[in-house]
């Protein structure tokens, strides 16, 4: 099949080095990371160590686990990253309504009472918004911006979604297969009723998505003033309990009750004997093919408008993908089925000129999905940790046209990785030689294996390599931020402002400087 194989550079010009944490993890006073102040405090801070990409995780809204990966949304942001301080400034909370969310640990992220509190506050904020425009007591410049938001985004995904949230609150939280049957089958006298009725708290979800838009666009401004590039991340499934499986189930292998009869996962490898079961819908791609790949075309275009690099979860998954009976309690018994391949792809370019994206391209990898990512010449992943197992790794085996990474949020940090005597699924012997051939290649040490990996990473031919922050600082396993195929405990981490003294600024300027990565 012939395809356009012109894709505009992506990565950075020249060799630059990046950091990868999520916005949780920042410091801040009230409970959680965020998108406002912390964020821009945090940009000010690479842009002095001279660190050029900032790489975080989905920010979507979450839901189950709290996992980035499973959002409520693949449009709308994760309310609990947005920022207080710009609220209070705004006269939308007061200081002392915010006392709440200081009482939260500063040390990790205590989900459990942050969502409920942050949402009294939130709803507070978007009360009082709405309650100023109706009086004429906002500018016309912001409400304007407001206005152009509803229109620019309500009918592809903040109109559903504001519904949506008010529907799933009102049945409990649950999935919208467990809905009513007139909701969860969108009937239009249902649906004409529950907008008149909860008009206020369907305007009040918007709003707080108003708010962490105008909180982004400070966010991009700030790091293009500082030439920082944002990398965001992108699940390649949507979780079946989201408002865009509720709302567009046509682009799902689901039936009329909202039950997928195969699901999504990877087969039994070297790394897990029975395989990972995920447990997302399919896509039907046929649907999209039919539709031109619009909903895909729109979810890219708006991961666009928000970062500048995005990295798109389980690119294979785009050449074939493996499809498990949705009964099965094991990933082993599903069936390698056609992904969309070429054609979404050159659908995506067409519509947006180039292909903004990174492929996540780890584990066991078919020469036929090589041959679709390298047609569309997209870069893909090295992962440090996982190729210094491979006793014939060489430096030189990674090009110039990925990404180098020491860990990812799915590893150990590196301290932890090297001292612990089983990597994940590694035996003993095996981890050994891993660790063995790690000091080989980076002629360092068990002490200074973080900044050592990190070297490594930065010397390569990539022209970006990230180290997760964990990294930087050294830190052991327990500042790990995800253990895969586990629900509890994650993605609570989070940054202490004092970890980000002078002397650590002066101590990564000097890794980058060695480089040559600034």
Known sequence: METKQINRAILPTGRRAGVGMHFSSLPGAYGIGDIADSAQAFIEALANM????????????????????????????????????????????SSDEAQALKQLPHEFVDYGRLIPAKNVLLATAADRFSNKINAGKINARLTSRYDEFLHSHGPIWLDDYALYRVLKTRHGERPWPQWQ???????????????????????????????FDQQWRALRACAAQHNIRLFADMPIYIALDSVDAWARPQCLRIDHNGQPAQVAG?????????????????????????????????????AATMADLIRIDHFRGFEAYWAIPAESDTARHGVWEAGPGDALFDALRDALSCLPIVAEDLGVITAQVDALRLR?????????????????????????????????????????????????????????????????LTGGTADTINTDMIGLAFSSAARLAVAPMQDYLGLGG?????????????????????????????SVMAMVHKSSRG
Not at 181 to 196: F, G, H, K, L, N
Not at 400 to 405: A, S
Request: hydrophobic share 35%; charged share 20%.
């Open 376 to 440: 569309h010449q997209i870069p893909g992943m090295k992962v440090l940790q996982f190729e210094v197992s491979n006793p014939d790794f060489q430096l030189s085996d990674i090009r110039q046209n990925c990404v180098c990474y020491t860990a990812t949020h799915d590893n150990d940090t590196t301290v932890g990785w090297f001292r612990d005597s089983n990597h994940d699924t590694c035996s003993q012997a095996e981890s050994e030689a891993a660790r063995a051939n790690a000091l080989r």
């Open 266 to 302: 990877t087969p039994p490898d070297y790394f897990s004997e029975h395989g990972q079961l995920w447990g997302n819908p399919l896509y039907d791609w046929d649907y999209h093919a039919a539709n031109g790949y619009q909903w895909w075309i729109d979810r890219l275009r708006h």
């Open 181 to 211: 049957p007139p909701y969860r089958y969108r009937e239009a006298t249902a649906i004409s009723r529950i907008r008149a009725s909860s008009a206020k708290a369907i305007e009040r979800i918007k709003i707080t998505q108003f708010l």
């Open 50 to 93: 001279h660190i050029g990409v900032w790489q975080f995780l989905p920010t979507g809204p979450t839901a189950y686990a709290d996992s980035p990966y499973q959002p409520l949304s693949a449009f709308a942001g994760n309310e609990n990253l947005i920022g207080i301080e710009p609220l209070i400034r705004a006269g939308l909370i």
């Open 478 to 506: 327990e500042a790990r931020l995800n253990i895969p195929a586990t629900t509890e405990g994650n993605w609570r981490w989070r940054l202490q402002s004092s970890q980000l003294a002078p002397a650590f600024h002066e």
